[in-house]
């Protein structure tokens, strides 16, 4: 369900002249200067070149890579600093996200966190920044130029795990590409704006090059488009972005974006009651993401999903044959946790012939049991699929479950979806955990 991430590795993209196309000299970063084979050159054009260095502003030190101990120290500070710019745990930020960067690529790496009310809503972003000194952390600014620049118009990272950027010689400069959407819903008006942003010098430079607005006007759509000039027409507004920024090459590189408990509810949690020792290693992979030494599905799948991921159904069944317990359960986002004494308590026994046996709610007056043969599932590979018809003395809402398992996850958890049908019509349905008995 979520798209392909791709990721970049930035050594790569530091050391490559096509990234650094049009950007100025030879001596872009990661790129060896050539050396002029005329001695007597050499001699004429010394004082030129003294000159022209004394003139010129000093090269900004580009760390490509932070090293193992240097990151592991500044993330150390983030950790022992959280409680200074968490979210708080209040309704008002009920989903949060986080993520490491070093986006001017100083060797100080930048904590981006995001929160809002609720998954998917309009962010508040705040971005902190390792201190000169590597002991403590300061809070990033922002600075605003272009179109709408009075607007204070702040790039909101919130669900982007894809970044695009590029590197301008000419100022020194790592520049990143993004779209943020707004809404006028009173006006029933609605709207982009294109952003290209820098962090320099501690303070997040946000340039908007283009947006575009539509707003409804029965029974049809009014667009007006603008770029830093004024107003333009649509193909104007097309073909500046198709080409912007036209003398730079652009590359697409992955954000180590954790976004809590929302996808998984064994995931590593949220971040603000997490424990600091699971928090360091999020941050420390996040970063990792970004330099490019890990792979963004990893990284999801460690610390949100904790999915294996089965190619081969006849391995997951090898790993799931046993007795199993209910855990918890996972229904639209609400959780229920279980023990063997609770009422609606569940045991689950996988045999090697590929059945399953479910004894159901066995505490309960409703408790109940089948047996289901596991076969093919016809959507995806490596997963095990049954189907259960109830009998007409059941007094159930369905007239058929289907029971579909997925895994055998990182936690040791076997993962069984539970959908109910009435005809062609979905019912509902559920996520059951559950830890193996024997």
């Known amino acids: 369900m979520r798209k392909k991430y791709f990721a970049l590795i930035m050594a790569g993209v530091l050391s490559s002249l096509v990234f650094m196309s049009g950007c100025g000299g030879s001596n872009a970063p990661g790129t060896e200067i050539e050396e002029d084979d005329e001695d007597e050159d050499e001699d004429d054009d010394e004082e030129d070149d003294e000159n022209e260095e004394d ?40 989903h949060s996200t ?59 990272f919130g669900g982007y795990n894809v970044l695009r950027g590029y590197y301008d010689k000419e100022t020194g400069t790592f520049h990143y590409l993004m779209r943020s959407s707004y809404s006028d819903d009173p006006n029933q008006t609605y709207g982009t704006w294109n952003c290209d942003f820098s962090l320099i010098n501690g303070t997040i430079e946000n340039n908007i090059y283009a ?43 992955s954000l180590g974006l954790y976004e809590g408990d929302y996808y998984y509810p064994l995931s590593d949690g949220d971040i603000e009651k997490m424990e600091s020792e699971k928090l360091t290693s999020v941050l420390l992979d996040s970063y990792k993401v970004f330099s490019g ?40 986002g609400s959780i229920t946790y279980y023990d063997s004494d609770d009422e609606f308590y569940s045991i689950l026994t996988v045999y090697e012939d590929g059945t399953m046996y479910l004894r159901e709610d066995i505490n309960s007056d409703y408790a109940k049991e089948i047996t289901i043969e596991l076969g093919d ?56 955990y559950f830890v193996r008995l024997d």
């Open 55 to 94: 003139s010129q502003p000093e090269a900004p030190v580009i760390v490509q890579n932070i090293d193992d101990d240097t990151l592991a120290s500044q993330i150390e500070v983030l950790v022992d600093n959280r409680d200074e710019f968490f979210f708080p745990d209040t309704e008002d930020y009920f």
């Open 98 to 156: 986080c993520m490491v960067t070093d986006l001017d690529f100083n060797g100080r790496i930048e904590l981006v966190l995001t929160g809002a009310r609720w998954y998917g809503t309009d962010h508040e972003c705040r971005i902190y920044e390792i201190n000169e000194e590597g002991d403590g952390v300061d809070e990033i600014d922002y600075g605003f130029s272009g179109i709408d620049s009075d607007e204070s118009i702040v790039p909101l």
């Open 211 to 253: 947006k575009y607005q539509y707003k409804y006007l029965n029974p049809d759509y009014e667009y007006t488009y603008w770029d830093a000039n004024g107003e333009i027409d649509e193909d104007e507004y097309d073909e500046l972005n198709e080409n912007y920024p036209d003398d730079h090459v652009v590359k697409e590189f």
């Open 293 to 332: 030494e890990l792979d963004y599905e990893e990284f999801f799948r460690i610390h949100t999903s904790h999915r294996n991921g089965y190619d081969d159904k006849e391995e997951l069944l090898k790993d799931c044959v046993g007795t199993w317990g209910l855990y918890l359960t996972d229904t639209e």
């Open 377 to 432: 599932y016809e959507y995806a590979s490596g997963m095990l699929f049954g189907e259960y018809y109830p009998n007409a003395k059941e007094d159930v809402y369905y007239d058929r479950m289907e029971y579909l398992i997925t895994d055998v996850n990182m936690d040791g958890m076997l993962v069984l979806s539970h959908d109910a049908w009435y005809g062609s019509e979905y019912v509902g349905g559920s996520y059951w």
